[in-house]
């Protein structure tokens, strides 16, 4: 028999639902229980079907062994086995990675489990112990399917091509503090680079947009490697690389992107580095020399040109040619700046406003009928932002209000106009806007999460692309969600899967560019369009 000791606070509230699914709901939400002697341990594997038990007592039960399943309960804060006859203890227990009281007095454990045990900070040795040791199944990951959406265009010489947004996290995050539930092997990056790379290798995409990659391993492994398949590639690292030594140097993250060259022609390559934009347009607001400022968030961007046999249908191939701006950023991850997180995206698309912009003709030339809309552009991006956030309504709406709950109340508006599109003539409903149209390539009921943590389940991962110049033909969709529950897996990285997010891929198909005035742009040749939006606040960084 069983007794309740203490529920959590749904069962404190009275919030169980109806009375007939009260018992059961009650048993799934409580969060401490004790037991009493039982003659027979035949039921003990019931008690993991409470996931939610924070604190069990099964002291002085007789008890001879413990169920694997014990190992499921992973919100266990402390578990006592005092007095019980265990000998030895399942390996299942190292998955207790919350685990922070161990009771396992009065039982005559063998000596290799009392000697961790009796070790300072015995309990965490063990359980780092048994989990490292726990036996992982061979199960191979299920594939993810690919979901056709339309065929390719057959009436006009449309570019097809595949764009991957995958972050790979960065060796320096990977700890056993952050993800207890992964063993400290398969933490390890000699390991996980293997399934990185696989990963990345497998889906053969024509453009990879990487965020977390450590500097010495850019140079190491992925350049490396993916140059002996035909890509070539860009990298920076976030800007505190330029603050720390030659030795911590190697080991900053950033962004890459790479791109195959049979597909791709590099025109130009770009940097921004948030701390400098919003130091340039912080017209002496505090909060965003101390909020902005000093997150050192990195984007970066390619302007290339699209090699002309990508171009197939049942036309001729266009006579001008085709640029696309390929951009990459890894925005600030903290829940409690959202708005940090919004003018970090918005200065990154001023600062692609204004690569575009350059790209177009419309700065060499003075012309006053510049669009930086007239470039195609493909967004891949680690927002760190939430589907319903102000980020992601921003880029998807085309601007989010000056007003915007995710701004915190804060005193931004002075320089948030730098970013609009309008410039400081702003806008007379009081929004700030960009020049981009831009959709997301994964409808947003698609993907369940892209990063998945014990703490943290979420879509936080984008790929945007210019729908008035492309369309979305296809993409990878999610991994069943089914297997992670089989295989009590409760976050990444995991033993089979080598990052904490899940990759996207999308083929998107560009449309030919229409008939224009030309404008020469060293030696290119590219459409000239009107446009209603003035000069952009911020420059950019540029990089060639």
């Known amino acids: 028999m069983w007794l309740q000791r203490r529920y959590n606070e749904a069962a404190k509230e009275g919030k169980l639902g109806k009375a007939m699914e009260g018992r059961n709901e009650r048993m799934m939400r409580m969060t401490e229980r004790t037991g009493i002697h039982h003659d027979s341990n035949s039921?003990?594997?019931?008690?993991?079907?409470l996931p939610n038990l924070v604190y069990l007592n099964l002291s002085s039960n007789k008890l001879r062994s413990l169920p694997a399943e014990l190992g499921n309960m992973v919100s266990l804060r402390e578990l006592l086995l005092n007095n019980n006859l265990l000998r030895v203890l399942p390996y299942e227990l190292g998955r207790l990675f919350q685990l922070q009281t161990l009771g396992l007095k009065g039982n005559p454990l063998s000596q290799d489990i009392l000697n961790l045990y009796q070790e300072p900070d015995g309990t965490r040795k063990l359980l780092n112990y048994m989990l490292d040791n726990l036996a992982v199944h061979p199960?191979?990951?299920?594939?993810?399917?690919?979901?056709?959406?339309?065929?390719?265009?057959?009436?006009?010489?449309?570019?097809?091509?595949?764009?991957?947004?995958?972050?790979?996290?960065c060796d320096k995050y990977a700890t056993r503090q952050l993800y207890g539930y992964c063993p400290s092997w398969a933490l390890n990056w000699e390991y996980r680079k293997k399934g990185i790379m696989e990963e990345i290798t497998s889906c053969d995409a024509d453009i990879i947009s990487l965020q977390e990659v450590e500097?010495?391993?850019y140079y190491m492994l992925f350049l490396e490697t993916l140059k002996e398949r035909g890509y070539d590639g860009y990298f920076c690292p976030k800007s505190r690389a330029k603050l720390v030594s030659e030795q911590e140097r190697k080991h900053v993250d950033g962004c890459a992107v790479f791109f195959k060259t049979e597909k791709f022609t590099l025109i130009q390559k770009h940097t921004v580095e948030f701390n400098q934009v919003a130091m340039a347009n912080s017209e002496g607001s505090e909060v965003m020399l101390n909020r902005v400022m000093t997150k050192d968030n990195i984007g970066v961007a390619v302007l290339l040109e699209v090699n002309k046999d990508m171009f197939s249908g049942g036309m001729k191939p266009p006579q001008e040619r085709q640029l696309i701006l390929v951009a990459n950023a890894h925005m600030h991850w903290d829940p409690e700046y959202s708005d940090v997180k919004l003018i970090q995206t918005m200065m990154f698309l001023s600062e692609l406003k204004s690569i575009a912009e350059r790209a177009s003709g419309s700065?060499?030339?003075?012309?006053?009928?510049?669009?930086?809309?007239s470039i195609p552009i493909v967004l891949c991006a680690d927002l760190n932002s939430l589907p319903d956030s102000g980020v992601v309504e921003y880029l998807s709406d085309g601007g989010v209000a000056e007003n915007h709950k995710d701004f915190k109340e804060l005193r931004y508006s002075e320089c948030l106009t730098n970013f609009n599109c309008n410039g400081k003539n702003g806008n007379s409903d009081g929004s700030i806007t960009h020049s981009f149209q831009l959709k997301s390539a994964y409808d947003s009921n698609l993907m369940p999460y892209t990063n998945y943590t014990y703490d943290f389940?979420?879509?936080?991962?984008?790929?945007?692309?210019?729908?008035?110049?492309?369309?979305?033909?296809?993409?990878?969709?999610?991994?069943?969600?089914?297997?992670?529950?089989?295989?009590n897996i409760t976050g990444c990285p995991h033993p089979h899967i080598p990052s904490d997010h899940f990759s996207l891929l999308a083929q998107l198909e560009l449309h030919p560019p229409l008939p224009h005035p030309l404008n020469p742009l060293n030696g290119l040749h590219l459409p000239v369009h009107s446009t209603a939006c003035g000069p952009v606040g911020a420059r950019s960084n540029k990089e060639n």
């Not at 039921?43 to 079907?49: E, F, N, P, Q, V």
């Not at 700065?363 to 809309?373: E, F, K, L, N, Q």
């Open 43 to 49: 039921r003990h594997s019931d008690i993991a079907k």
């Open 363 to 373: 700065v060499a030339t003075g012309s006053p009928t510049s669009d930086p809309s």
């Open 139 to 169: 199960e191979q990951l299920p594939q993810r399917p690919w979901i056709t959406l339309k065929e390719r265009d057959q009436m006009i010489p449309t570019a097809v091509f595949t764009v991957m947004c995958y972050n790979v996290l």
């Open 215 to 217: 500097t010495e391993q």
């Open 457 to 487: 389940k979420g879509v936080i991962d984008y790929i945007f692309f210019s729908k008035t110049h492309m369309s979305v033909l296809g993409m990878l969709g999610p991994l069943d969600s089914q297997w992670l529950i089989d295989n």
